[in-house]
């Protein structure tokens, strides 16, 4: 099997690889350390106090919308409405984060089948629709008044809830303390759109997830038959999208977590006792530093794949490198090139093999006219010939095989991070996460690539691997060399819809790739002619 057939069977399986990685391998989050795991383990362990019932007159069983009663909090980081139904949130609406029409991201808005932080002694949270009683007013914090709480309180004849948020300017964490009194059970959930902002984008997991002890479990509202249940060792549960999510912690210990499906919807709660249910609720970006800060394990939410050992130094290395260069397009050109440093040696050996290749070609084909009817002689004096020109039929395959679980590592990255959301870099290209549509979309009606993208960057980065081509030494036979020349076009439009971000790194790859080939070729040929 000639070099190219295996580079050509190397870069298929990559692809084939990139596509179903997404979808074929889960992604454990990293081990936490044991000083970590022994301090989360103490706070689950904190008992429930008890709580007496709330003093305030018996509620009606539901209320009318008419009764009403609306609360409006104000932060540097976002603004929300709190409804007096249910204790519930009704809107959250992030300030820094824009849409593509520059309004901003809705985490929240109007009615969902279950509503953000909905409560009851049932699954069904059977207290949502009920009133609460409202004690406090809008409020306005800065840096002046940074926190502020409001409390809704609910009472019947055998049983009392009072329900204490705690609000702040500088974070998107919201502390929840339920006093409960007089219930059976205790449930409470994420609500099943809080935290979900794009639901159209499925490139990556949309939906619960929970995390136990140091794994990460996604939950998928297609494949939810029947309900799923854990204990133990609860860390938290959410809601997400690429870019964003609500999550609940736990301060003081649950019992169970489940999720469900309801209608299309996927539902994930936690149950508990009566008592007092202190809580974390956290509804925004997932930005890594900021959730790491809250040491309570919520960066896990970000999901840096199989490769996650690889992928998280990288991501530290994109952010150091953007620190002092103050653009993430810069950053990840830089980034390109430290990580490709590593590899120089390995190829340059890969190349210089492939143009010895090139040069036993006329050899080998003259052993496999002679021995034609003989393989095994063939394969004896091919492997003579390999040992006499010292040459590695593998050595221009390996150096690419070991640079996928960094191109993977880099893609997961690149495709994530939502410090890239809306990162501009140069001229044209004003954000890294998107794909480059300068020239627009591909006609609709064009058959299987109607629609998508069509930008200078990704044809750019074609043309980069035509010359790469072009000045790799071929030793395959003229068949395989026309199969090769159609990579550059297949990659071309399957990089089309890919953030820029990703075709930035590949381009500069490329680049890259063609000046190492252009010193191999010089230093080869000039041995030649000594």
Known sequence: MGTEKRTLIAIILSIIILVGYQFLFPTPPEKQPATEQAKEEKKENKPQEPVKP???????????????????????????????????????????????????????????????LSIGYQNDFNLAKVSFRLSGKDLKLNENTSTGAIVFEYATSESSIRRTYTFYNDSYKVDLKDEVAGLPEYWITTGTDFGIYDKKDTSVHLGPVLLKDAERIEFDAKKLSETKSYQGRLKWIAQEDKYFFSAIVPVTQ??????????????????????????????????????????????????????????????????????????????????????????????????ASMRKMQEIQPKMA??????????????????????????????????????????????????I???????????????????????????????????????????????????????????????????????????????LNFASGLVLYWLINNLLSIAQQFYVNRKLAKEKAE
């Open 54 to 116: 709330v003093s305030v007159p018996a509620s009606k069983p539901a209320v009318s919308q008419a009764e009403e009663k609306e609360v409006r909090i104000e932060t540097g980081l976002y603004s929300a409405t709190l409804s007096s139904i249910g204790g519930t949130i009704k809107k959250w609406e992030l300030k820094k984060y824009k849409d593509k029409d520059g309004l901003p991201v809705v985490l929240q808005q109007g009615q969902s089948i279950y509503q953000p």
């Open 417 to 495: 991070a939502i410090e890239l959301r809306g990162a501009p870099f140069i001229l044209w290209i004003t954000d890294l996460s998107g794909p480059d549509t300068l020239f627009g979309h591909i006609p609709s009606s064009f058959p299987l690539i109607g629609g998508f993208a069509l930008g200078p960057l990704p044809i750019a980065m074609g043309i980069t691997m035509v010359i790469q081509q072009k000045m790799t030494p071929s030793s395959a036979d003229p068949a395989q060399q026309k199969m090769m020349m159609l990579m550059p076009v297949i990659f071309t439009f399957m990089f």
């Open 254 to 351: 649950m019992d169970e977590a489940q999720a469900w499906k309801v209608q299309d919807a996927s539902v994930i709660a936690f149950k508990g006792k009566s008592g007092i249910n202190n809580f974390i609720v956290y509804a925004g970006p997932k930005e890594h530093d900021n959730l790491k800060k809250l040491d309570v394990g919520l960066e896990h939410i970000i999901d840096f794949g199989f490769f996650s050992i690889i992928s998280r130094p990288l991501f530290w290395l994109m952010k150091f490198f953007h620190n002092f260069m103050g653009n993430y397009g810069w950053a990840i050109v830089l980034l390109t090139i430290v990580t490709r440093i590593p590899f120089i040696p390995l190829l340059n050996k890969s190349q």
């Open 366 to 415: 003259e052993i496999k006219e002679k021995y034609k009817k003989d393989p095994q002689k063939i394969q004896k004096e091919t492997m003579e010939l390999y040992k006499k020109h010292k040459v590695n039929p593998l050595g221009g395959c390996l150096p690419m095989l070991l640079q996928i679980p960094v191109f993977f590592a880099l893609y997961k990255i690149l495709s």
